[in-house]
């Protein structure tokens, strides 16, 4: 099973490619994505780390203020997306 931590104050740089190799070092990673804006295609910041369900919890404390890229970043457990 995999658990999905969102993972924010990312550079606007940042690629999921960079994203996924920068969790791997601490964990098992399925992949990443970077949310980008629909219309103009440029990050919003922040993305989504799926990892190994026994390791989200630990990387989710470990990296949570960790620096990647000069920024401190922020990362917990994903919630399911509200509904309006």
Known sequence: MT????VGNLPWSTSSEELTEF???YGNVVGSRIITDRETGRSRGFGFVEVAEE???RLAEELNGAEFNGRA????EARPRQTV
Do not use: C, H, I, M
């Open 23 to 25: 969790f791997s070092r």
């Open 73 to 76: 970043l922020t990362v917990n």
């Open 3 to 6: 658990k999905t931590l969102y």
């Open 55 to 57: 390791d989200a919890e």
